[in-house]
């Protein structure tokens, strides 16, 4: 114990799933913030590692990826159990490896592949699939009787339709794809059906390790048929893809299909769920918006600052090293906690309002550095477009219940959001 270790009440919240649910998250990251804004948590069970509370801290890590790499150890807080499951199949403390796992070189030679295409002048060239989508949506949600859950009805679609359309998985498989990331991802979620007959630590790490296979098999077969059948999807750019002359190595062939299938539904619902809470709650903001389109951007910037859907990545540190006064020591693990940056006092004002006049919103929920989310403006143009299909139809909207919210450290937000709305 020295002086750096946090509170051991405050340490189990946070591994534990279901205060992500709770505004007793932003209670711990306020007082941590103030308190202890680099501190350690020791927690039984799980390596200690530092938990980075504010914006200007996570930012210095983001951006400095030699001092603070991603491939040594796990990217999520992995229990020790956890950890020894996927070493005991992939011999690496990862269960996949994509981008988020790698350092240079390999990083950057794997992020060329797909970096043109998701900037932002080619993901433009998408726009009018993605409004045919929105407007698909715009049109389901019209035809529900005034009333909803609009995560359930809408948001949890849509980003999922957006990134198979992108990607190039057929319509019939999208429900296995949504299944197999949330296998791979909440496996230690007592409720993950494929996970309930496991009785032992071998057992479980057999079935991990079937999730994985399933993948892996699912995303050979489309492999194939894209080299034979080359199209306008990103399977295809896969498919086809060489780094260091050669077609890409199976495991990271799969990483890579694994991160793009599953960055980019959760998250996008997440924060297309925020935006719709922001506007059935807030007072004069739907008016506002809906009279002025133009504020739509911004009304998507601070719903993406206010649900920050990825709540913590993972880094560590390469050597020793000094950070806020503290001493970090070599293979430290240390925990991002973006939604506490989010709510950075330092960085802004009223941090706890939602405020879409905020100038430059300096939000970090994409992380930053290397590894920044390859998709955010994917995320942005398919949030602003589904926002213009909706906004025009509807006359009001305001809440129907209680909202209620997913148990996660990792990727969490808005799980059920009643509402009442009327068509204009
Ligand atoms: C609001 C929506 C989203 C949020 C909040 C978000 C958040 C993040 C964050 C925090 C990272 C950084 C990981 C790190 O530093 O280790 C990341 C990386 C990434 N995201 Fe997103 N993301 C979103 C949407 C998307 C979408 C729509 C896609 C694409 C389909 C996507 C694809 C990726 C990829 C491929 C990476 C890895 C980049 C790398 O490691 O070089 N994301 N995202």
């Given at each position: 114990m020295t002086d750096a270790t946090i509170p051991h009440d405050l340490a189990a919240k946070l591994v534990h799933p279901a205060t992500y649910a709770t505004e007793d998250l932003f209670n711990t990251y306020r007082w941590l913030r103030a308190n202890n804004p680099l501190g350690i948590a020791e927690v039984e069970g799980y390596d200690p590692f530092w938990v980075v509370t504010k914006h200007a801290d996570i930012l210095e890590i983001s951006r400095n990826n030699a001092r603070f790499p991603s491939a040594v150890r796990g990217t999520t807080l992995t229990s020790q159990a956890g950890?020894?499951?996927?070493?005991?199949?992939?011999?690496?403390?990862?269960?996949?490896?994509?981008?988020?796992?790698?350092?240079?070189?390999?990083h950057m030679k794997y992020r060329l592949l797909t970096q043109a295409w998701f900037m932002p002048a080619n993901v433009k060239k998408r726009e009018e699939d993605i409004r045919a989508l929105a407007k698909q949506a715009a049109d389901s949600f019209a035809a529900l009787p005034g009333q909803?859950?609009?995560?359930?009805?809408?948001?949890?679609?849509?980003?999922?339709?957006?990134?198979?359309?992108?990607?190039?998985?057929p319509e019939e498989d999208f429900g296995r794809m949504l299944r197999l990331t949330q296998e791979l991802f909440g496996a230690s979620d007592p409720d993950t059906e494929r996970f309930k007959?496991?009785?032992?630590?071998?057992?479980?790490?057999?079935?991990?390790?079937?999730?994985?296979?399933?993948?892996?098999?699912?995303?050979?077969?489309?492999?194939a048929d894209r080299r034979a059948n080359p199209r306008d999807d990103l399977a295809t750019l896969l498919a086809n893809a060489e780094i260091n002359g050669a077609p890409l190595p199976p495991f990271e062939r799969t990483g890579y299909y694994t991160i793009?299938?599953?960055?980019?539904?959760?998250?996008?619902?997440?924060?297309?769920?925020?935006?719709?809470?922001?506007?059935?709650?807030?007072p004069g903001l739907f008016d506002r918006v809906k009279a002025d389109p133009s504020l739509i951007p911004a009304l998507i910037e601070e719903?993406?600052?206010?649900?920050?859907?990825?709540?913590?990545?993972?880094?560590?540190?390469?050597?020793?090293?000094?950070?806020?006064?503290?001493?970090?020591?070599?293979?430290?693990?240390?925990?991002?906690?973006?939604a506490s940056g989010n709510r950075d006092e330092d960085v802004f004002p009223n941090a706890d309002t939602f405020d879409i006049t905020r100038t430059p919103n300096r939000q970090l929920a994409f992380g930053s550095g290397a590894h920044l989310c390859l998709g955010q403006h994917l995320a942005r143009l398919e949030m602003r477009i589904l926002f213009e299909e909706l906004l025009p139809r509807l006359k009001g909207v305001s809440l129907d219940g209680e909202p209620r919210y997913s148990e996660s450290f990792f990727v969490s937000g808005l799980k059920a959001l009643p509402i009442k709305f009327e068509m204009a």
């Amino acid at each position: 114990m020295t002086d750096a270790t946090i509170p051991h009440d405050l340490a189990a919240k946070l591994v534990h799933p279901a205060t992500y649910a709770t505004e007793d998250l932003f209670n711990t990251y306020r007082w941590l913030r103030a308190n202890n804004p680099l501190g350690i948590a020791e927690v039984e069970g799980y390596d200690p590692f530092w938990v980075v509370t504010k914006h200007a801290d996570i930012l210095e890590i983001s951006r400095n990826n030699a001092r603070f790499p991603s491939a040594v150890r796990g990217t999520t807080l992995t229990s020790q159990a956890g950890e020894a499951r996927a070493r005991s199949i992939t011999g690496t403390p990862h269960l996949v490896r994509s981008l988020v796992q790698m350092d240079e070189p390999d990083h950057m030679k794997y992020r060329l592949l797909t970096q043109a295409w998701f900037m932002p002048a080619n993901v433009k060239k998408r726009e009018e699939d993605i409004r045919a989508l929105a407007k698909q949506a715009a049109d389901s949600f019209a035809a529900l009787p005034g009333q909803c859950d609009f995560v359930k009805d809408v948001a949890l679609h849509y980003p999922l339709r957006v990134v198979m359309n992108i990607l190039g998985v057929p319509e019939e498989d999208f429900g296995r794809m949504l299944r197999l990331t949330q296998e791979l991802f909440g496996a230690s979620d007592p409720d993950t059906e494929r996970f309930k007959a496991a009785l032992s630590d071998e057992q479980f790490a057999q079935l991990l390790s079937d999730v994985v296979q399933d993948f892996t098999n699912y995303f050979e077969a489309i492999t194939a048929d894209r080299r034979a059948n080359p199209r306008d999807d990103l399977a295809t750019l896969l498919a086809n893809a060489e780094i260091n002359g050669a077609p890409l190595p199976p495991f990271e062939r799969t990483g890579y299909y694994t991160i793009i299938a599953s960055a980019g539904h959760d998250t996008t619902s997440s924060s297309t769920a925020g935006a719709m809470w922001a506007l059935a709650t807030q007072p004069g903001l739907f008016d506002r918006v809906k009279a002025d389109p133009s504020l739509i951007p911004a009304l998507i910037e601070e719903a993406i600052r206010w649900t920050t859907p990825v709540k913590t990545f993972m880094r560590s540190a390469a050597e020793e090293t000094k950070l806020r006064g503290r001493r970090v020591k070599q293979n430290d693990w240390m925990m991002l906690c973006y939604a506490s940056g989010n709510r950075d006092e330092d960085v802004f004002p009223n941090a706890d309002t939602f405020d879409i006049t905020r100038t430059p919103n300096r939000q970090l929920a994409f992380g930053s550095g290397a590894h920044l989310c390859l998709g955010q403006h994917l995320a942005r143009l398919e949030m602003r477009i589904l926002f213009e299909e909706l906004l025009p139809r509807l006359k009001g909207v305001s809440l129907d219940g209680e909202p209620r919210y997913s148990e996660s450290f990792f990727v969490s937000g808005l799980k059920a959001l009643p509402i009442k709305f009327e068509m204009a």
